[in-house]
């Protein structure tokens, strides 16, 4: 089945580590999102990349990069992890045409604990 | 600019009465509104889409939402709740050029026996 998966699914590490959280999908879908989820505070956009070239940064990108390595691979990272990243990241990927109106379809997840 | 706002962080029903969750919209175009549900230890998926045509959206497993733009309102609905409906719920809004989504920051539904 065509879908979206994330490498690692729970991951711990400690203060000032780099982590790398994978994404990749099979969807065949050239827009591809980070996001972030919090208890009370629902999913707020980290990055997002249109296409292998595109790069954009969304509402909390600060301690963050990301890398789009292909059409169907994009890479989440953690330069020096802290303590308040701690929280689950979601991939998203959607259609570029506009007839989808963006509809996101997510990856399970990756729980990040930092210590 | 978009935002959305969704009344209550839980909501708490028993099994076979009405759910009703609330999500209350800003844009400054006409907007797209989505419903997206998350059950444990899962990723979102999508209930339904609004996107201009009918203002009545019917979704999966029996939900329902109305696009209200007098009241700026998308408010999601089902008549009789099931144990399986027990999941985070967030409303999105996506409007302008490139229609990059806001999500509300969820509202838990909760099923009692």
């Known amino acids: 089945d065509a879908d979206v998966t994330q490498t690692p699914r729970n991951r711990i590490t400690k203060t000032g580590k780099r982590i790398m959280l994978e994404c990749s999908q099979t969807k065949g879908h050239d827009r591809m999102y980070w996001y972030r989820q919090d208890p009370g505070l629902g999913l707020r956009l980290i990055y997002y990349?249109?296409?292998?070239?595109?790069?954009n940064k969304g509402e909390i990108s600060d301690g963050y990069s990301v890398s789009r390595q292909a059409q169907a691979k994009f890479s989440l990272s953690l330069e020096s992890a802290i303590p308040n990243q701690t929280a689950l990241y979601f991939c998203?990927?959607?259609?570029?045409?506009?007839?989808?109106?963006?509809?996101?379809?997510f990856g399970p997840g990756t729980r990040l604990t930092v210590l | 600019a978009q935002s959305v706002t969704q009344l209550g962080s839980h909501v708490s029903v028993s099994e076979g009465a009405l759910v009703l969750l609330r999500c209350n919209y800003s844009?400054?175009?006409?907007?797209?509104l989505f419903w997206y549900v998350q059950y444990p230890n899962q990723g979102l998926q999508l209930l339904l889409k609004?996107?201009?045509?009918?203002?009545l959206v019917k979704g999966i497993n029996g939900f329902e939402a109305e696009f209200k733009k007098s009241e700026t309102s998308f408010h999601l609905t089902k008549p009789s709740a099931h144990m399986r409906d027990a999941a985070e719920y967030f409303c999105a809004v996506s409007s302008g050029g490139s229609y990059i989504p806001t999500f509300g920051r969820g509202t838990s539904l909760i099923v009692h026996p």
């Open positions: 998203a990927t959607s259609e570029a045409d506009s007839s989808s109106y963006n509809e996101q379809f």
């Open positions: 990349s249109f296409d292998v070239k595109d790069i």
């Open positions: 844009s400054s175009v006409p907007p797209y």
């Open positions: 609004y996107t201009s045509a009918a203002t």
